[in-house]
């Protein structure tokens, strides 16, 4: 498994998170099949971080092109990958 973890600033998390809501509500956008998602923030500095979860290394390489691909990255400050070698979700 692998995590894509986004950083994001932002003076308005809720706006920020409504956003995400509305985005995620619906069926998957291509490249993201499969994949999970965790949201992160902090209200008082503003800061959030998007986790995904992907299966595999082709499954994160899709999903990591498609969410690059897509408008709204504003705020974003950075983006790593992770391998995840335990989870227990």
């Given at each position: ?16 998170i409504e956003r995400v809501r ?31 979860l992907f299966e595999g290394e ?32």
């Open positions: 498994m692998y995590a894509r973890v986004a950083t994001f600033t932002t003076d308005g998390v809720e706006g920020m509305g985005e995620v509500g619906g069926a998957p956008p291509p490249g993201l099949e499969g994949a999970k998602l965790l949201m992160l923030v902090d209200r008082e500095s503003g800061r959030a971080l998007g986790i995904t082709e499954a994160l390489r899709r999903g990591d092109e498609a969410l690059n691909a897509r408008p709204g990255g504003g705020g974003r400050t950075a983006v790593e990958i992770f391998e995840v070698p335990i989870a227990r979700l």
